[in-house]
């Protein structure tokens, strides 16, 4: 008798080096492979493989269709899948207001069940946001070093005693605002850009700040697709924020991504926003930067960190 073909071992979703961005294309299963079918300027369609052991998650942009066998795979194979508009932004479409996640029965379960005491306990849930605001100060401050970017001691220290004073979410919000715009200051002068203002949704290149503004909301998008990887290797659902929108049921993505946001996707955003590049430069060298510094195994290790100081 003969016997199946053993499964392919997969790449743990903190070390997978892919994460696609695809328009105007169908994405389907083909002798045995995902593949996305695009079609040419001459008329031709041309097929191409989605290395789906290797891909952490894939985001679907304008024109785009995806097969039930495609999903089927991709589920198979860990891969998150996510509906989005034209350039990755912004998030349009997906399975608990964030991404569509495969639905495996064999994800870990603590993680999910410690979570979900330390959220239901107000001290302890102030306790952590904490900890995801402190962790956020350093990886950005390591990040920026590395980058030559000076942030002023005064920003910093304000932002981390900040952090220790508030008293609840709201106040840690407000804290927050502070520093995102303490950090668009330090960055808006850096390119001598006095008339910068941070404008959400700006689907627009009709000058420099503009060209910012719409990376970073791609970036922002990219970094949300990493932070539901994340959680979803852990088995915790998004639907347990600890500071972002208690109304909305992915709100935990937006408390993850906010751990490499500022170090990562901000600075990236300035500099190529300044120099008028194209978007799928900015997209590959993010995306490059994400895998370089280890963005998913530093989002892990934080949510791990943060509920064993919980417990």
């Not at 002798?31 to 052991?53: A, H, M, S």
């Not at 495969?102 to 306790?127: A, D, G």
């Not at 942030?151 to 005693?161: H, L, Q, S, T």
């Not at 203002?197 to 719409?214: F, H, M």
């Amino acid at each position: 008798m003969s016997r199946p073909p053993p499964k392919t071992a997969q790449i743990l979703l903190s070390k997978r080096a892919n994460v696609m961005y695809i328009e105007h294309a169908r994405v389907m299963v083909k002798d045995g492979r995902v593949i996305y079918l695009t079609e040419f300027k001459d008329g031709t369609d041309r097929g191409f493989n989605i290395p789906d052991k290797n891909t952490a998650f894939l985001l679907l942009g304008k024109g785009t269709s995806v097969t039930d066998g495609a999903v089927r795979m991709l589920a198979e194979s860990g891969v998150i899948i996510g509906f989005c508009g034209s350039g990755g932004a912004p998030l349009i479409a997906g399975v608990d207001m964030a991404f569509i996640t495969p639905q495996s029965e064999y994800r870990p379960t603590e993680y999910m069940q410690t979570w979900m005491r330390l959220w239901l306990n107000e001290e302890k849930r102030l306790n952590a946001a904490r900890n995801f605001m402190s962790k956020r100060l350093e990886f950005t401050l390591e990040s920026w070093d590395k980058q030559s970017i000076v942030i002023p001691d005064a920003v910093a220290r304000k932002f981390e005693g900040g952090i220790q004073s508030a008293q609840n979410t709201g106040q840690l919000l407000s804290v927050e605002g502070d520093w995102a715009k303490a950090l668009y200051g330090v960055l808006a002068m850096k390119y001598k850009l006095d008339d910068f203002r941070r404008e959400d949704g700006k689907r627009s290149r009709e000058d420099v700040p503009a060209t910012i503004n719409g990376f970073l909301d791609h970036g922002n998008y990219i970094a949300y697709g990493y932070a539901g990887v994340s959680l979803y290797a852990l088995g915790i659902s998004y639907a347990l924020p600890l500071l972002h929108g208690k109304t909305r049921r992915g709100a935990l993505v937006f408390d993850v991504a906010d751990l490499i946001k500022d170090a990562t996707v901000m600075p990236l955003a300035f500099e190529f926003g300044s120099k008028g590049v194209r978007d799928q430069e900015f997209r590959t060298t993010l995306i490059q930067q994400m895998q370089l510094s280890e963005a998913t195994d530093m989002m892990i290790d934080t949510i791990k960190e943060t509920i064993e100081k919980s417990t």
